[in-house]
């Protein structure tokens, strides 16, 4: 009866978790259906798969968005880690009143709505000349994460034992040798898990995106957005570069899902 | 010299306060940099826009900027668009909120317990928070909730019920649903290492007292799991006030979608009012604030009491 019950438990579990996961199976499906096939009703769970959709989607220059939402979601990740590593050792490690001060900045900066800066980030580049520019948007990127980078990193840190750093200091390692050589070998996978959080929110990202990119150094999210009007049949078309667009995530996500918990609850959740 | 006069305690043992002083001088210079970045990419831009908020800038009247002071404000807080949006951003977040809330804590209970494929179950639920948001709007509204070719009608038909013209006679309800569907992984994570950090022993030692299940959940887990409850509430709640893009794409804030984010966008990039758009963004973060200062004194408490130097 235990046996039998658990059995149920198990069968309902999988049943639900297959719904919830179906609209991005079917999505995947779809992906390789012929336009035909894709609006049949009833759908069509067997068919002869195709590859035409994807051929399509680069034909219509999928290829420059993704370049460019791999530049500005690599190079930002770059930046933040430059800027968020020391920042982190500062605030775990060598912990000071003063400093310590300025945990509670980085996270409300975090909190505060894109909303409220968007308007004068518009005009300002606007004036500058940089609407369209992909550096420009790779540093606001690396705005956006490097809260929730440091937060993340500060967590990862205050695991280093503290009697490995004093030994260290006692050796007479000086602090480019502490951070080098004792520190960070530690919290490497610390760090790959933050530069795949990073990673992800940035190739995600799309107001932004839709705001102040128009061609050249438009990223994907705002370009799929505007790849169907809702005229004629388009669902395979769609849903193939939708599979493209979110496949190097799902993979990054997928890698990094044991840390991914921490970093989503900034380090409040181990 | 003040600064001598000020700290007697360190010239008398002049080498302990120059090694304190220097690690205090390296500890600042490491923070620094990330410090100045994150101010003048969002602290300064946020002051400008309390800026613009005072001015008369709409951009099809180049010629006519100048200073109005509050008027804008006047304007948000009388028109009949300010309610509408902040009743529109209040019924979308809550209910997202409340519904992952729900649907996490039922898939954390499922999963923290060992059966064939639980890894494979867990990756493929979290699946749903990773993909991007505006491929998730355009394939819940295109392949999922169409009324001629989408799933979910054909699963009503299937089951015998009439097929709902979702997007266009339920606009507020399709965004819930791909909210609810986006938000549930992430709540499901919290939730899930709440479960797991239980310790054993009592739930062993209540079940050895002959408590039920549901007695056990009720009167163990429960408490134990209201931190995480909290956090995940506060976390989804700052996350989902926020958000645009499934409003954007899916329905452009028809039919009771209008939140406080959308129309901020609207006024400035379509009505090209610049200056009330301004205004709506400062109350727009005024409302954030009063949220995250809840979240963030919960936060603090949970933060200080472990895991911490």
């Not at chain 1, 061609?215 to 599979?243: E, H, I, K, N, Y």
């Not at chain 2, 429960?222 to 509430?233: D, G, V």
């Amino acid at each position: 009866m235990r046996r039998f019950k658990s059995g149920l438990t198990t069968t309902i579990t999988w049943i639900l978790v297959l719904l919830f996961f179906f609209p991005i199976a079917w999505m995947f499906m779809t992906a390789f259906k012929s336009e035909a096939d894709a609006a049949s009703i009833p759908p069509k769970f067997f068919f002869t798969p195709t590859l035409d959709q994807f051929q399509i989607v680069f034909d219509r220059g999928m290829g420059s968005f993704l370049l460019n939402s791999f530049t500005s979601s690599i190079a930002s990740t770059l930046i933040v880690l430059l800027l968020a590593i020391p920042a982190a050792y500062a605030l775990s490690i060598r912990p000071v009143k003063k400093v310590q001060d300025s945990l509670f900045f980085f996270i409300s900066t975090r909190f505060m709505p894109v909303a409220a800066s968007i308007l004068p980030i518009f005009f300002i580049l606007k004036f500058m000349g940089l609407l369209d520019n992909i550096t420009a948007l790779t540093f606001l990127y690396a705005a956006m994460n490097l809260p929730i980078a440091v937060w993340m990193m500060r967590s990862f840190f205050n695991e280093v034992p503290m009697e490995i750093i004093e030994a260290a200091q006692i050796d007479g390692a000086n602090f480019r040798t502490e951070l080098v050589k004792v520190v960070l070998p530690i919290v490497v996978p610390g760090i790959a898990a933050v530069a795949l959080i990073c990673f992800i929110f940035s190739w995600n990202e799309y107001f932004m995106a839709l705001l102040l990119t128009t061609d050249t150094a438009r990223t994907t999210p705002p370009f799929l957005a505007s790849f169907v009007d809702g005229r004629g049949q388009f669902l395979a078309v769609l849903s193939a570069a939708s599979t493209i667009a979110v496949l190097p995530v799902i993979i990054a996500g997928w890698a990094a899902q044991k840390q991914l918990v921490r970093g989503l609850a900034m380090g409040a959740v181990k | 010299m003040t600064t001598i006069v000020q700290k007697p305690g360190a010239q008398a043992v002049p080498p302990v306060g120059q090694a304190e002083k220097k690690k205090v001088r390296l500890s600042r210079s490491l923070i620094l940099p990330a410090l100045i970045f994150a101010l003048v990419l969002t602290q300064i831009p946020f002051l400008v826009t309390i800026y613009f908020s005072m001015l008369n800038w709409n951009q099809l009247y180049p010629n006519e900027v100048g200073f109005n002071w509050f008027a804008n404000y006047v304007t948000v807080f009388t028109g009949p668009d300010f309610l509408s949006s902040l009743g529109a951003t209040v019924l979308i977040t809550g209910s997202s909120v409340v519904l992952s809330l729900l649907f996490g804590l039922g898939f954390a209970i499922l999963l923290d317990r060992k059966f064939p494929g639980q890894a494979i179950a867990r990756t493929l639920l979290i699946t749903p928070f990773l993909i991007m948001p505006a491929a998730a709007a355009l394939i819940w509204k295109w392949s999922m909730l169409d009324a001629n070719v989408g799933m979910v009608n054909f699963a009503l038909t299937t089951l015998g019920l009439p097929p709902v013209a979702w997007n266009t006679d339920l606009p507020a309800v399709t965004i819930i649903m791909l909210l609810t569907w986006q938000f549930t992984p992430f709540m499901m994570l919290i939730l899930l290492a709440g479960l797991q950090s239980q310790s054993k022993d009592v739930l062993e030692a209540a079940s050895v007292d002959g408590s039920g299940p549901i007695r056990t959940f009720q009167w163990i887990t429960l408490p134990h799991m209201r931190q995480y409850i909290e956090i995940a509430t506060l976390l989804g709640s700052i996350m989902l006030l926020q958000v645009f893009d499934p409003i954007a794409i899916m329905t452009k804030g028809t039919g009771g979608t209008k939140t406080l984010s959308y129309l901020l966008y609207e006024r400035a990039f379509i009505g090209l009012d610049v200056g009330q758009a301004a205004a709506f963004g400062v109350v727009t973060v005024f409302i954030t604030i009063l949220v995250a200062t809840i979240a963030l004194r919960t936060l603090f408490k949970v933060f200080m009491n472990g895991g911490d130097r």
